[in-house]
């Protein structure tokens, strides 16, 4: 009877605990969605139940979950915060090494493009946002931007002051910086439009 009594108060613990992992997981998989959705997609022309069918989740789930879909922009954006913070301390190891401060400059440098590589999705996400020109970009600027460019500041300060950067502010630096890169990784058919010409000029004779 004991043995039994244990199982009893066992069997259902498990089931719900697998069900609350899968609740997460699904959470997780429509916020990883919901970038792409966004970065590729006005606000108005993401579709829920488009949205959901692609995280494999039932779109009951976005309203479980989030509720309506201003709240589950707004959520995505703290997920890509989440990802920002990972990112933000990659850097301040960066910047609170003993390296010289040319090294240091190249390593952000470097740390900036493999992060908006990698990240792309979220590249292009704020840039719509920004192109739309709404309120919504508010948000974006003060949760994820804020965040990244505070990481990334005191060594654009430091290169500035050292006169490795003939500029007169850190945001300034990083502006053009990420400006830059953003443009190469949501043009690639400029990019390879580029390298055409230049072939093409190579291949040319002299005259």
């Known amino acids: 009877m004991t043995n039994d009594s244990a199982s009893g108060r066992r069997g259902p613990g498990r089931p719900k605990a697998q069900t609350m992992e899968q609740d997460r997981n699904c959470q997780k998989r429509l916020l990883d969605v919901a970038i792409k959705a966004f970065a590729v997609r006005s606000y108005e022309g993401v579709s829920l139940r488009a949205l959901a069918v692609a995280a494999n989740c039932d779109v009951s789930m976005v309203a479980h979950h989030f509720g309506s879909?201003?709240?589950?922009?707004?959520?995505?954006?703290?997920?890509?915060?989440?990802?920002?913070?990972?990112?933000?301390?990659?850097?301040?190891?960066?910047?609170?090494?003993?390296?010289?401060?040319?090294?240091?400059?190249?390593?952000?440098?470097?740390?900036?493009?493999?992060?908006?590589?990698?990240?792309?999705?979220?590249?292009?996400?704020m840039m719509r946002e920004r192109a739309e020109g709404s309120d919504r970009f508010e948000p974006i600027h003060a949760r994820v931007i804020a965040l990244l460019f505070a990481a990334y500041r005191p060594i654009w300060q430091e290169a500035i002051e050292a006169g490795v950067f003939k500029l007169s502010s850190p945001a300034l630096v990083y502006t053009l910086l990420s400006g830059?890169?953003?443009?190469?990784?949501?043009?690639?058919p400029f990019e390879a439009d580029v390298e055409g010409e230049?072939?093409?000029?190579?291949?040319?004779p002299a005259g």
């Open 198 to 204: 230049t072939e093409k000029v190579r291949a040319e």
């Open 69 to 125: 879909k201003h709240d589950l922009w707004l959520a995505t954006v703290e997920h890509m915060r989440e990802r920002a913070l990972k990112y933000c301390e990659e850097v301040r190891e960066i910047q609170q090494s003993q390296l010289p401060i040319v090294t240091k400059c190249m390593q952000a440098m470097e740390h900036l493009y493999e992060t908006m590589a990698r990240e792309d999705d979220m590249v292009r996400f």
């Open 180 to 188: 830059a890169i953003a443009f190469v990784l949501t043009s690639p």
